[in-house]
């Protein structure tokens, strides 16, 4: 069982270019979750979605970054016109459905975004 | 705002000698609590958590964390290390209200390094 996959694993852009990063989620997973780590840095909620749905983006960035799950396909984690500042380790969770308890969080290994 | 504090960013020790890295997190309300691991370009690994019950909790590879309420801690341990635990070690809370327990914060890592 393939675990949370992430691409591209490193990613360059220059200021002011588009960055798409991709994750998906472990067979059966149907929550998703973006994390971005910034240099010296622990890892910071992004958001939180669900097919087709944005559960809770509260930790987004309000302009600039943007995030889907469609019905098919990956996980898409958008950044319009980067900037120094985006650069970071993003990283992609996955769980299953919801339960009573905590569901477990499985980590992909990130994608590390550099902004020249 | 909630937060994770480690204490060590950088814990060198000598191979076969016990570990402590330390945890703190700012607030006693009910809480969800894990340790992660990050190996060199690979995502998180769940070494343990604490979700309810004995505030002893095992985990993998050999290492345990202890839940204090009262200190608002949750220190792992590993009383013989090895040359491939070598890596970064994340604490990370979940408080468990609102509805929203499914958003981690994280502390900003512990490089463990054991030496030969």
């Known amino acids: 069982n393939a675990g949370v996959m992430q691409n591209p694993r490193h990613l360059v852009r220059r200021r002011g270019q588009e960055a798409r990063l991709r994750c998906s989620p472990m067979?059966?997973?149907?929550?998703v979750y973006w994390y971005r780590q910034l240099p010296e840095e622990g890892l910071k909620f992004m958001v939180y979605l669900q097919k087709e749905n944005i559960i809770d983006e509260s930790g987004m960035p309000k302009e600039r970054f943007s995030a889907e799950f469609p019905k098919e396909g990956p996980s898409i984690l958008r950044i319009q016109q980067v900037v120094r500042g985006d650069s970071a380790a993003y990283f992609c969770?996955?769980?299953?459905?919801?339960?009573?308890?905590?569901?477990?969080?499985?980590f992909g290994p990130g994608t590390r975004l550099t902004v020249l | 705002a909630q937060s994770v504090t480690q204490l060590d960013s950088q814990v060198p020790v000598f191979e076969e000698a016990p570990v402590e890295l330390r945890c703190n997190y700012s607030s006693s309300v009910s809480v969800y609590l894990f340790w992660y691991v990050q190996y060199p370009n690979q995502g998180l690994q769940l070494l343990l958590k604490?979700?309810?019950?004995?505030?002893l909790v095992k985990g993998i590879n050999g290492f345990e964390a202890e839940f204090n309420k009262s200190q608002t801690s949750f220190h792992l341990r590993k009383p013989s290390v090895h040359i491939s635990d070598t890596a970064e070690y994340f604490c990370?809370?979940?408080?468990?209200?609102?509805?929203?327990?499914?958003?981690?914060?994280f502390g900003k890592g512990t490089l463990l390094t054991v030496n030969p």
């Open positions: 067979k059966g997973h149907s929550h």
């Open positions: 604490y979700l309810s019950g004995s505030t």
């Open positions: 969770a996955s769980s299953p459905s919801r339960s009573l308890s905590y569901n477990e969080q499985f």
């Open positions: 990370a809370v979940s408080w468990n209200s609102g509805g929203s327990n499914y958003k981690l914060t």
